[in-house]
């Protein structure tokens, strides 16, 4: 039994939108603002932040921040890269944090953050910090966040080698001064290129919208 010419345009579509809603950007992290944890003060520290996880433990594994007074110094503009609210990654030592994110391995996935500095570091010395993508260092140079009160920005096309990727942000200084660290804000990472699957739905749509092409011809002829 043929099927109708109608339904194969019908499976056509569905494959295209099927295709298009894969290779739309979704956002793989949780909580990559630092958004869900409010806070009421400039700054507050934390036992847990929804989605991350800290190298340290107890009451103070993270240090959430908010308003214009960068590490108690007025003048912090943007106040925020996104949102209200950061982090910073040294709370009272050096710490560590890390989200394991959904992947597929040999996908590739858009990888970008907002970083700085702390303005009032003792003796002038720099937040200093490192970037996994896995066991990957993405940061053979240490990113040394700028003094100045605003945010910059790093991004990277990174590749996953499995169905979850650890993301991880470490601290490596100011060894001087071991509880002022980095400031970051917006992480994100997104599905960079369409997947194996969606080249395949894609294809599939695309043949029998051909399909159905050549059939109406025929029928015209």
Excluded at 129 to 149: H, R
Excluded at 177 to 193: E, K
Aim: aromatic share 8%.
């Amino acid at each position: 039994m043929k099927m109708p010419a109608t339904l194969f345009k019908i499976a056509a579509l569905a494959a295209l939108v099927t295709a298009g809603t894969a290779n739309a950007a979704t956002e793989l992290v949780v909580n990559g603002s630092f958004e869900n944890n409010v806070i009421a003060s400039a700054w507050a520290p934390a036992s847990s932040v929804t989605g991350w996880t800290s190298s340290a433990s107890g009451s103070s594994a993270f240090e959430i921040q908010k308003g214009a007074t960068q590490g108690g110094l007025g003048g912090f503009n943007p106040v925020a890269a996104n949102g209200v609210q950061y982090l910073e990654l040294n709370t009272d030592r050096p710490t560590s944090i890390s989200q394991s994110i959904a992947t597929t391995a040999g996908g590739t996935y858009a990888l970008s953050f907002a970083y700085s500095g702390r303005p009032d570091t003792p003796g002038g010395a720099n937040s200093l910090m490192n970037v996994y993508w896995g066991s990957t260092l993405l940061t053979p140079t240490a990113l040394s966040g700028n003094t100045g009160g605003t945010w910059q920005s790093f991004s990277q096309n990174v590749t996953a080698l499995g169905a979850s990727t650890l993301l991880r942000f470490e601290s490596v200084g100011p060894v001087s001064a071991p509880t002022y660290g980095s400031y970051l804000d917006n992480v994100s990472v997104t599905a960079a290129v369409p997947e194996p699957q969606t080249y395949a739905m894609m294809l599939l749509g695309l043949g029998l919208l051909g399909f159905v092409a050549r059939r109406k011809a025929a029928a015209k002829a």
